[in-house]
């Protein structure tokens, strides 16, 4: 019999010789990731009424949501779970200024081909491009995961798609999934696991595989998946300490749907307001006059997204009365960019560096909007109210879209810039 | 928590395709709100001002596809739980808002009944019978499976995963003194 890579990892998880889509199975995940909400699922532990995680080896906390501290409410949540961590005696925290918790866990080795990932936000789709089986799970069941070590999910149907063609200059990975994004739409891969292979992938860079698999979510994706490779191994190597055994679909294993594309004539794509999959290419949206341009969170916030940035800044200087955020996605990221002086280009250049960390992104602070504002992101979500305030609208682009934009004080197409 | 009922009528609250998380809990209160009565109040605070103001205990939710999308903040499950409603019907679910429904212990029925049914309308829905009758048609449910019903019946998860915890002890002493 063929399997699909979901298939392949949860029968293994399950124990169980072979699953089937549709089917029910109960799993021991490899790691549970939580955030900021790591306090409320601390008080529903309790009500369960155990007294001590069932493996706290399995618990990654990282506090990224609201870093640091906005006010005495956030800092009392970040106090609490501090005090949790302590008391559990998790030893995988990683406190304020570490950096958001996609681009941490990776970065600090709990993520690997083959593992079983869960975690308490929904971008957690984002590991996959290591090869894992990486699903967002609620604050409930992250709870009965730390009580219990186990959690139940659905074998998911698959879908394959494969991207072919060398992407234009000025364009990357953010262009390829925002096109994908507003082909299938927002539940065009409604609970379904989603492989990404085909020579365009195989091009990309880790950080790149990245933003395809954080972005399934935008299409409703269980989880999202790039096959381990050659470049999986290297950025594993000195992170990953432990023996892990790589899961491969068989070629010819039972996928719903096989969907092609070729990105060889891509144009860079917008995600209007507000929807993700509200997807046209730039030059429909040139010249929308805009406030503020956001560059960073867990889909764009890595180096090679702030080189793109600084490559396009350097020696110029962004439009008068627009706002340039840059949030490098963690600290090794943010130490990267100011080795290579990336941060002194964009710092020059107008932007507002702040620290690692999902920022505005969720619209609790550190940039939120005012009515009748316009910000152009590369963050994943532009839904009503996102950031902030729901008389504001939000385009979501790529990291070189934002950068000329920023320039321009109005959308751009970054091949002009 | 309160058992799962077999059988619901509410009065149908009507929404279309795509209904968010931010437009159901907006992200700015997910680390300045804990308390579900004050989760209540805002409510699809962004999508529709009166529904807070006008919801009735028992009140139906019926929607089109993909509701619920978004992020994983069981908020907004506990938000419209704590407003009262009774159930949710959608022509599908995204996810995770899917299993926190189930976690919640808030019924959920997927099928096409927003075709068939207008706001403030009564709505039926038969748990046992897999079926949503609507003023102008019925329309079959496919059943949950047997895991997430035991799930739905006793209460959520967290009073699901208590009672088999204290299975597990039982089974444990017994074993230890057998």
Excluded at chain 2, 82 to 110: D, H, M, T, W
Excluded at chain 2, 136 to 156: K, N, Q, T, W, Y
């Amino acid at each position: 019999m063929a399997f699909t890579f979901a298939q392949k990892v949860l029968a293994r998880k399950a124990d169980l010789s072979h699953v089937v889509p549709g089917q029910i199975v109960t799993v021991r995940p490899d790691k549970l990731l939580t955030h900021d909400n790591t306090a409320a699922i601390a008080r529903k532990f309790a009500r369960i009424g155990v007294q001590h995680l069932a493996d706290p080896a399995i618990s990654v906390v990282v506090l990224d949501h609201v870093v640091p501290a906005a006010n005495e409410t956030t800092a009392r949540n970040h106090k609490e779970i501090r005090a949790f961590v302590r008391q559990q005696g998790i030893t995988a925290f990683y406190d304020v200024g570490e950096g958001i918790c996609h681009q941490v866990l990776p970065e600090k080795g709990h993520a690997w081909p083959g593992a079983l990932i869960v975690g308490s936000d929904s971008h957690t789709t984002t590991h996959g491009a290591f090869g894992a089986f990486s699903v967002g799970i609620g604050r409930t069941e992250a709870a009965a995961v730390m009580a219990t070590g186990e959690i139940w999910l659905r074998v998911p149907q698959s879908l394959r798609i494969v991207i072919n063609g060398s992407l234009p200059p000025s364009l990357s990975a953010k262009d390829v999934i925002l096109h994908i994004i507003g082909d299938l739409g927002a539940d065009g891969a409604d609970y379904r696991s989603v492989e990404f292979s085909g020579e365009t992938v195989r091009d990309m860079s880790i950080a790149s595989r990245m933003v395809l698999c954080n972005m399934a979510a935008e299409m409703g994706a269980k989880n999202g998946v790039v096959l381990p490779d050659g470049k999986t191994r290297r950025w594993l190597q000195d992170r990953v300490h432990l023996p892990y055994v790589e899961v491969h679909p068989d070629a010819d294993g039972a996928y719903e749907r096989v969907i092609q594309y070729d990105v060889t004539a891509l144009a860079p794509q917008v995600a209007r307001p507000h929807r993700v999959d509200n997807v046209v290419g730039v030059t429909e949206v040139v010249g929308t006059r805009i406030d503020q341009a956001l560059i960073g969170t867990c889909t764009n916030g890595r180096l090679e997204d702030l080189q793109v940035a600084a490559e396009i800044l350097r020696g110029r200087h962004i439009a008068p009365g627009v706002r340039l955020l840059v949030l490098p996605a963690s600290r090794e990221v943010l130490l990267g960019a100011l080795q290579s002086g990336v941060i002194a280009d964009l710092v020059s250049a107008g932007a507002t560096v702040l620290n690692p960390g999902c920022g505005p992104c969720l619209g609790a602070h550190q940039g939120c909007m005012a009515p009748g504002e316009v910000t152009i992101s590369t963050a994943n979500r532009n839904f009503k109210g996102r950031m902030g305030c729901k008389e504001a609208e939000i385009y979501l682009a790529s990291p070189a879209t934002a950068a000329a934009s920023a320039l321009a004080g109005a959308i751009a197409d970054p091949r002009e810039a | 928590m309160e058992r799962m009922k077999s059988k619901l009528v509410g009065c149908v609250w009507k929404y279309g395709d795509d209904v968010n998380t931010d437009v159901i809990f907006p992200g700015k209160y997910t680390y300045s709100i804990s308390d579900p009565k004050e989760m209540a109040q805002h409510a699809l605070e962004d999508l529709d001002p009166d529904f807070v103001k006008n919801v009735r205990p028992g009140d139906i939710i019926v929607a089109g596809r993909n509701f619920g999308c978004g992020s994983s903040r069981e908020q907004a499950v506990v938000c419209l739980k704590e407003a009262g409603v009774g159930a949710i019907v959608a022509k599908s679910f995204a996810r995770i808002y899917f299993r926190n429904c189930i976690n919640q212990g808030l019924p959920i029925a997927q099928c096409d009944a927003a075709d068939s049914v207008e706001a403030g309308e009564e709505l039926t829905i038969d748990f046992a019978a897999g079926e949503v009758t609507t003023p102008r048609a019925e329309h079959p449910f496919p059943p949950l499976s047997p895991e997430v019903m035991d799930i739905l019946a006793a209460g959520g998860l967290i009073p699901y995963v208590q009672k088999k915890l204290e299975g597990d002890d039982k089974r444990e002493r017994e074993a230890d003194s057998a």
